[in-house]
């Protein structure tokens, strides 16, 4: 209950600053005063200071809210897209079939995920932001595949399943009907904490400069721009920082939350 | 024991295989010339375009171009780098040491402070000082590796210059200096990205064992043992910590990967020359090549690595030996 809560709450406080403080902050690429204002620390005037542009790192902080939350959940809708998908398959399929695809995810889960995505992204360069959330998405199915296809096991000689089959149900029909719906819970948790891995990977490849690229405003970015300001100003580090801390801690409280009630039986 | 082995070591090779073949048909299939990061925007004359296309194979269909790279690769010619024009396998071969000395220790000490924090707190579950390892490691775990990393640069080497804040070696360090003043440089560099791997992946361990610990120690053998006077040292480590060892071998295996991830962002904050940071400026400068090579070292190093923490689980659990 208590997780519950406060991942609520948490995730309020960042649909507000990801929905509404674009709209009550200045443009994130103003240079308000480039003379003197650069590195400003907070004010009244500059929440959370300025940046060596002499940018409103609030304006930033805000906006990257923005990028980051759409990547993260177009980027797990993905992954589960294709991890209910090919997860189902392996586990309705005859045994040939079942055979190859459980062989395709045990290649999947061995190839570890940041190495896919830089090699994706060395290979296709530069992408706008929704490909780029696309991109990430696709490295990030092994896992759920796994946990639909132990599902599916689990489910498919179920009585219910058996009775849909005797009924004439196709196979489509039984997996997306019959099996599905059981595989939901464990499936929708997983997808919390997908969404903290997600948010996670969008800021370190930012950060590296592979992700959200400057000037659009990234957290992750934000991180790599404060690394040459550190002994001077240190909210450049502690503003994109605290925000990340708190992104996935949210996604991660409310995945406990979601693990509790959801799926009392696997603790 | 043998024949077990056999069959696993055996699937751990085919699984790189595929994998291997998959990231280069990956690579292949996709749309996007990598020869344009290199060119760039410049106007370059057909006939050099067309020999530098000659040069890395990119003008191949992509079904034969799989099949020369699969080829080259088999006898051990990972290609020349775009970026360098070196030879992939030599930039390689020069940052595996860095990688191997760095995740190594960081693996020996994450685990070492893991396992006997996690059991100390398990033994003594109500005390402040546990609660508040407990709360610490969530911190950390919660915490982007990047973040742990540029936090303790900001304290220990920009607010008090303590520590470097990155590379392998102090490039300034005179040549005829003595083994001990290197050995001390060596550390001196070691010594932030080991503690922001460290910080950033002790939680796994260290809750796994509690968890594990508190459930033996709840054991009745445990009771019978403190009864007859067995001491607390012996109690611990030889009745409590040894049963509960085989779900921590498991997860060696399940934190390999981590280790991959983690170390792909140090070492790039940190400057560290290792595969990690080899990987990141590859990707940023379109090296193919050279991510695909040091990628696929990186993935058969996983696998390599969860072939023995299996071994491992089943040296260590006499129920899962086999005969």
């Known amino acids: 209950m208590k997780s519950a809560a406060a991942g609520l709450g948490l995730l309020a406080a960042l649909l507000l600053l990801a929905l509404l403080g674009p709209l009550v902050a200045m443009d994130p690429n103003l240079q308000p005063a480039l003379g003197d204002g650069t590195l400003a620390a907070p004010s009244i005037a500059h929440w959370l200071g300025t940046d060596q542009w002499s940018r409103d790192v609030f304006a930033r902080l805000a906006h990257g809210a923005r990028a980051s939350l759409l990547v993260a959940v177009v980027a797990v809708s993905v992954a589960a897209l294709l991890g209910v998908i090919i997860g189902l398959a392996a586990g309705v399929a005859g045994p040939w079939m079942a055979g190859v695809l459980r062989r395709v995810i045990d290649v999947g889960l061995a190839l570890p995920r940041v190495v896919v995505l830089l090699v994706l992204l060395a290979a296709l360069g530069t992408l706008p932001l929704p490909l780029f959330a696309v991109v990430l998405g696709v490295t990030g199915w092994p896992s759920l595949a796994r946990l639909v296809r132990g599902e599916a096991l689990r489910l498919r000689h179920a009585p219910f399943v058996a009775a849909a089959r005797a009924l004439g149900a196709s196979p489509v029909r039984v997996a997306f009907r019959e099996i599905l719906p059981g595989a939901l819970p464990p499936l929708l948790v997983a997808a919390a904490f997908g969404t903290a891995d997600a948010m996670l990977l969008e800021a370190g490849l930012s950060f590296l400069g592979l992700g959200i690229r400057p000037p659009s405003p990234s957290w992750g ?13 240190p909210w450049l580090l502690l503003a994109p920082g605290i925000a990340l801390v708190l ?17 009392p039986d696997q603790r | 024991m043998t024949g077990w082995l056999l069959r696993r070591s055996v699937d751990a090779l085919l699984t790189t295989v595929l994998a291997t073949v998959a990231v280069i048909a990956l690579v292949h299939l ?5 020869l344009t990061a290199i060119v760039g925007d410049r106007a370059i004359d057909p006939v050099q375009r067309a ?3 000659q040069t890395w194979g990119t003008n191949r269909p992509p079904l034969d171009a799989i099949g020369v790279t699969l080829s080259h690769l088999l006898r051990g010619d990972l290609g020349i780098s775009f970026a360098t024009q070196r030879p992939v396998a030599t930039m390689i071969a020069e940052r595996i040491g860095p990688t191997l000395l760095l995740g190594g220790l960081t693996l020996l000490l994450t685990f070492a402070i893991g396992l006997s924090l996690g059991l100390w707190s398990a033994l003594h579950p109500t005390t402040l000082r546990a609660r508040l390892i407990g709360t610490a490691t969530l911190i950390g775990y919660a915490l982007p590796t990047f973040v742990i990393g540029m936090l303790l640069v900001w304290g220990l080497a920009v607010r008090s210059p303590l520590l470097p804040s990155g590379g392998f070696a ?14 001390l440089d060596r550390l001196q560099h070691l010594a932030l990205p080991l503690l922001t791997m460290v910080l950033a992946t002790v939680a796994v361990p260290l809750r796994q064992q509690r968890a594990a610990a508190l459930g033996t120690a709840a054991q009745p053998w445990v009771l019978a043992a403190r009864a007859r006077g067995v001491p607390q040292a012996r ?21 390999l990967p981590m280790l991959v991830a983690g170390a792909v962002f140090v070492e790039a904050l940190f400057s560290w020359p290792g595969l990690g940071s080899l990987l990141a400026t590859g990707t940023t400068q379109r090296d193919v090549p050279v991510v695909i090579g040091a990628g696929l070292l ?8 969860s072939l023995i923490a299996d071994v491992l689980y089943h040296l260590v659990d006499p129920a899962q030996r086999p005969r």
């Open chain 1, 221 to 233: 970015g934000m991180l790599l721009e404060a690394r040459d300001y550190l002994g001077t100003a």
């Open chain 1, 247 to 263: 992104a996935t801690a949210t996604a991660t409280l409310l995945g406990d939350a979601l693990r509790r009630s959801l799926t």
């Open chain 2, 30 to 34: 996709l749309p996007g010339d990598p």
């Open chain 2, 51 to 53: 020999a530098l296309e």
């Open chain 2, 170 to 183: 102090d490039p300034l360090l005179s040549p005829d200096a003595g083994g001990a003043a290197v050995l």
């Open chain 2, 235 to 255: 109690l611990a480590w030889h009745h409590v910590w040894r049963p509960a060892l085989t779900p921590i071998v498991t997860l060696v295996g399940l934190w």
């Open chain 2, 298 to 305: 990186l993935v058969a190093m996983v696998q390599v690595g």
